[in-house]
C-alpha cells in the first residue's frame, strides 16, 4: 500500500525544469511605401519669390498644407 501511495504521489507531483532555449527566427521585413494625398499632387502656392533669397534662409516661408 505504501509503494502504490509513493507511486501515485510521484504522479501527481509536477516538476518544474528550466533551460535557455536558443530561438532562431527568420525572415524578411518590408517597409510599406509612403503615400501622401493618396498619391496626388500637392499644390502649393509659393507667391512671389525673389530669385536672390533661394540659396539662403532669408527667403524661408512658412507654409500650412
Not at 507511486?7 to 516538476?15: E, G, M, Q, W
Not at 532562431?24 to 494625398?37: A, D, E, L, Q, S
Not at 512671389?48 to 533669397?53: A, C, L, T, V
Amino acid at each position: 500500500m505504501a509503494r502504490l501511495s509513493l507511486f501515485i504521489s510521484l504522479l501527481l507531483t509536477s516538476v518544474a525544469v528550466l533551460a535557455d532555449v536558443q530561438i532562431n527566427i527568420r525572415g524578411n521585413v518590408y517597409i510599406p511605401p509612403c503615400t501622401i494625398n493618396n498619391g496626388q499632387n500637392i499644390v502649393v502656392d509659393f507667391g512671389n519669390i525673389n530669385p536672390e533669397h533661394v540659396d539662403n534662409s532669408r527667403g524661408e516661408v512658412t507654409k500650412t498644407i
